[in-house]
Nanobody, 118 residues
Framework: QVQLVESGGGLVQAGGSLRLSCAAS????????MRWYRQAPGKQRELVAA???????TYVDSVKGRFTISRDNAKNTVYLQMNSLKPEDTAVFYC????????????WGQGTQVTVSS
């Protein structure tokens, strides 16, 4: 069993910054993909950023240049540094890990609220 615990959400003014973290624990041999998704009220969940085990990153166009995803493989942790936040970034952010232990796994974090005020 693998558990993901997120932290770092909160309320911030437009232009401010937040740093999200998501740490995995349990029977983990390796994590291939670490991803951050977000879901705003009334909207579908969207992929925000992803990072491979080798460090290759991808971002949705709306956050390029403002958000940075990184990972610490020794700690099985992914981070999302969010700068120049906008009200339209307001959403619940979820981490998602795809990896393998005794068996392959795909797990989600519990979600953390990010609210950006104008």
């Amino acid at each position: 069993q693998v558990q993901l615990v997120e932290s770092g959400g909160g309320l911030v003014q437009a232009g401010g910054s937040l740093r999200l973290s998501c740490a995995a624990s349990g029977s983990i041999f390796g994590i291939n993909f670490m991803r951050w998704y977000r879901q705003a009220p009334g909207k579908q969940r969207e992929l925000v950023a992803a990072i491979t085990s080798g460090g290759t990153t991808t971002y949705v166009d709306s956050v390029k240049g403002r958000f940075t995803i990184s990972r610490d493989n020794a700690k099985n942790t992914v981070y999302l540094q969010m700068n120049s936040l906008k009200p339209e970034d307001t959403a619940v952010f979820y981490c998602n890990f795809n990896g393998f232990g005794p068996t392959p796994f795909d797990y989600w974090g519990q979600g953390t609220q990010v609210t950006v005020s104008s």
